[in-house]
């Protein structure tokens, strides 16, 4: 076999194996994060948990991102179900300044590579510091997101 | 007496008082809250520091290999200014054998929108892993990967625009667009691939333009990226490019790199892995006009394993790394037919080393290569005395103690 057909085979069954089986499953993971915008500038954000729920998928997600437009970050409002709390975690990289991208599995930087967990940890430099986090509250159903101290 | 002294004392806390104002930053300014908090400055950096002992050769070396310092301002929540100047080498002295100053970026990063920016100036392309992950703290070994200095010319940086931004309707999923200046093909030399073509925001050849382009996608713990790069290298106004029998434009003898990359960390374990071609279809017109040895296609691809030992630990945030990679590169992958072929650089690496982190900003590295090289053409090569030159031994090793950092 020479090498140009060699080169075609091989790529022609590459492109088999993501059409069948490896794209399928990386899009699995290609459903919008539940986002709420936040509008009018405040302080305190109140976040109903049902607001959890993807409104168009109806699956609920361990991730809520928060939009406040007067900010210039998202914030994360993070899920943990075994501790049941919510980490609200600033989308602002500490290494240096990139906006975050969020994901339901961890927090990524695309600009320097640093990555960090969904309790706001570094995993993986050049970041060395943790991400900032807002205090937050439960009463009942609500769950309150405290912007300034 | 003691008037004199009273007066000393008062003299000199006053002196101290002053001497404190003098050197009252902008940033410390800016932490007594006596400046607007929209605009700040940043200073931070790292640097490497490596010794090697090459095993055939019987010579040890010790040098800062570099030390970069970034500074930035942030202007307003729209703009900021990045800039690095790097050192390599530890100094730079005229007419002699030594370091290089050059700045390594300096843009200006506009907030388009909440989820894309822009970056103007010399900046650098989503290329590869190392080339914008470049910090000595991020990756294992004391050099960075072969195939990312020699197939990929890490820290590869160009004036131009680039955009970048994310798609919230698709978590983790990044992409990026560049333009800029291209290569400078009259500078290429066929030992360093395309390296020499670079052409670093000084005084660079505008007549051409190169267009990069990457996609990345985070998910789960796996980091997918592929990446293009078409660009111009003719660099030359019509009439100089006519009489030496070459094109002229934009994208005049166009060179087409194509990368892709994986990454995976979880649990202590981490993976990459790497491949990348570069396609210059034009190579023998480029021979012709300037007597040169350029290949047509360079390849280049590696793969990585590591684990954090100390993961085991959690406890401690220190951690202990063992890692082991093999590189394959060929810098003449394909030849036109006025080349002439040199198996030297028909490369293998294999690297084993260990990473120490005391905390996350500091690391040891300890590491072994082994390179295999294919056998040298002695027709491109004079040797002199012969037993002591690297290209000699087909196969070389090198013991490398390193520290790096970066803040």
Known sequence: MNRRSFLKQSCFSCANLVALGVLPALLEGCIALPTINFQQAKNILEIDKQQFVNPKTKVKSNVLLLRPTWMNYDILLVHNEQEKTYTALYMKCSHEDYRLTPTENGIFCSAHGSAFDLQGNVKKSPALQALKTFPTQIINDTIYVQLKS | ?407
């Open chain 2, 1 to 407: 007496m003691q008037q004199k002294f009273l007066f000393c004392l008062v003299f000199f806390f006053l002196s101290s008082l002053f001497l404190k104002a003098q050197v009252l930053t902008k940033e410390d300014s800016l932490n007594a809250g006596l400046i607007a908090k929209d605009a700040t400055t940043v200073l931070s950096g790292y640097g490497e520091i490596k010794y090697m002992y090459n095993v055939h050769a019987e010579q040890g070396t010790i040098n800062i290999t570099r030390n970069i310092l970034f500074l930035g301002h942030k202007f307003n929540n729209t703009f900021s200014l990045f800039s690095e100047t790097e050192l390599e080498n530890a100094k730079v002295a005229g007419g002699q054998f030594g370091g290089e100053l050059s700045l390594e970026q300096l843009f200006i990063k506009s907030n388009l929108t909440r989820d894309m920016y822009l970056v103007t100036g010399l900046f650098i392309p989503r290329i590869g892993i190392i080339n914008e992950n470049h910090l000595p703290t991020t990756f294992y070994g004391n050099d960075r990967p072969f195939v990312e200095q020699l197939v990929i010319p890490t820290t590869w940086r160009e004036l131009g625009v680039g955009l970048f931004g994310q798609m919230s309707n698709v978590p983790g999923l990044n992409y990026y667009i560049g333009l800029t200046n291209g290569l400078k093909a009259s500078n290429f030399n066929y030992s360093t691939g395309i390296k020499d073509g670079r052409q670093e925001g000084s005084i660079a050849n505008a007549n051409n333009l190169a267009l990069s382009t990457a996609v990345l996608y985070y998910i789960k713990n796996f980091r997918f990226q592929a990446s293009g790069y078409y660009g111009g290298t003719s660099g030359l106004r019509k009439k100089t490019a006519d009489s030496l029998g070459l094109e002229s434009g934009l994208f005049a003898l166009p060179l087409a790199l194509v990368e892709a990359n994986v990454q995976y960390q979880n649990n202590g374990i981490s993976f990459k892995a790497l491949a990348c071609i570069v396609q210059y279809s034009k190579a023998q017109q480029l021979n012709q006009a300037y007597g040169k040895n350029t290949s047509s296609q360079l390849f280049g691809a590696y793969a990585e394993i590591a684990y954090n030992v100390l993961q085991l630990y959690p406890a401690t945030s220190q951690a202990l790394s063992l890692f082991v990679r093999y590189e394959q590169l060929n810098l003449q992958n394909q030849l036109p037919n006025n080349a002439l072929k040199d198996d030297l650089y028909k490369q293998q690496y294999f690297v084993a080393g260990i990473s120490y982190q005391p905390i996350k900003a500091i690391v040891f590295k300890l590491d072994y290569v082994l390179r295999n090289t294919g056998n040298y053409n002695p027709a491109l090569h004079i040797f002199n005395p012969y037993e002591y030159n690297d290209p000699v031994f087909v196969n070389n090793h090198f013991v490398n103690l390193g520290l790096a950092y970066s803040f």
